[in-house]
């Protein structure tokens, strides 16, 4: 006779929200923003090279042909998911500032 496994809920939802705080402390980790950021000083640096050369040659100037529209792609979805990788990682680092407080109580 077989026994199954059940499988518990809570666990599973837990190791869920794990690897989705793991993978957004790795990409924080990997500097991914910064390049982004670096990513818009390019194109900023392209659009000053761009205004200095309208410049030389006496055209009308205007900021609105200089400036880029960012399109903000957010949605409750990923807002949502911003926020849950905020709660998680609020909730693990005070957990293992705690974990560490304990142990250092008990080695000292």
Known sequence: ???????????????SLFLIFIS????????????????????????????????EEGKDISIKDYLEIKKD???????????????VENFMSKGIKRTFKILASLFT
């Open 1 to 15: 006779m077989e026994i199954k496994k059940k499988h518990n809920i809570g666990f599973i939802l837990f190791i």
């Open 24 to 55: 957004t402390y790795f990409l924080a980790a990997t500097d991914i923003y910064k390049y982004k950021e670096y990513n818009k000083m390019s194109i900023t640096k392209e659009s000053m090279k761009k205004f200095e050369k309208d410049i």
């Open 73 to 87: 792609y957010s949605n409750g979805m990923s807002n949502l998911g911003y926020k849950a990788s905020n709660i």
